[in-house]
């Protein structure tokens, strides 16, 4: 049993470069989230979704792309790399609401540390 | 709307120096209050789930409260161990999961 497990751990990219940020969880959570973390900033949620075949834009979803391939995968896109999006992303996936003790609660990836230049 | 202020941003403590973190917090329809512990390069780990006003929750040296407009955080007789970025969020009135989270306290506890 893994978790959330999130690919690459570091990648350095060129401005204007494209890729693509992969998590998978092996929990059988129904919902994911991509955040992002930056000094002084906190977590920012970018995307979530919920449901396998549903996407919703979170608090900063400029110039990322999402897809929710099947239950256990949620993929993050940058389609041409900007120096501002130099950051440490989290995946995390949420056990299904209402099921006692362990309902709402999130559990993250290790990250993956991102350097555009 | 929602918001989560944490304080202090640094804490440094001396074994055995117990102290406090604090949460506070403004949202509507609060579902849930979160604490995260986070070491340096790793993802945040869960601690604890608050769910109402007056509820406690214990683990090993840490003990978290909550109130209606804020939570804490206590440690106890801290150990280097302890060292790391400690994490607050909390999920409003929507199910659909989403957080919020607080910049974050990251105690030093020096042995």
Same mark, same amino acid.
Not at chain 1, 29 to 36: E, I, K, Q, V
Not at chain 2, 86 to 89: I, N, P, T
């Given at each position: 049993n893994?978790?959330?497990t999130q690919t690459p751990k570091f990648q350095v990219l060129k401005t204007g470069q494209s890729m693509t940020l992969q998590c998978a969880q092996d929990m059988n959570?129904?919902?994911? !989230?991509? !955040?992002?973390q930056d000094p002084g900033m906190g977590l920012r949620l970018i995307y979530y979704s919920a449901s396998e075949g549903t996407t919703d834009k979170g608090e900063v979803p400029n110039g990322y792309n999402v897809s929710r391939l099947n239950k256990r995968e949620f993929s993050l896109r940058l389609e041409s790399a900007a120096p501002s999006q130099t950051s440490v992303y989290f995946c995390a996936s949420r056990f299904p609401s209402g099921r006692g003790l362990a309902k709402n609660i999130q559990y993250f990836g290790a990250g993956t540390r991102l350097s555009v230049l | 709307e929602d918001q989560v202020t944490q304080s202090p941003?640094?804490?440094r403590l001396q074994e055995g120096e117990s102290s406090?973190?604090?949460c506070s917090y403004t949202v509507s @329809?609060?579902? @849930?209050?979160?604490?995260y512990r986070q070491d340096p390069g790793k993802g945040p780990e869960f601690l604890f789930t608050l769910y109402s006003a007056g509820e406690e929750k214990e683990k090993e040296r840490l003990k978290a409260t909550l109130t209606k407009k804020e939570s804490f955080l206590h440690i106890t007789a801290p150990k280097p161990e302890d060292s790391a970025t400690?994490?607050?969020?909390v999920q409003g009135s929507s199910n659909t999961g989403k957080l919020i989270f607080g910049q974050g306290t990251t105690l030093q506890v020096k042995p």
């Open positions: 893994a978790g959330v959570h129904n919902s994911m !989230y991509w !955040y992002r | 941003e640094a804490l406090s973190l604090n @329809g609060l579902r @849930g209050l979160f604490w400690y994490l607050c969020a």
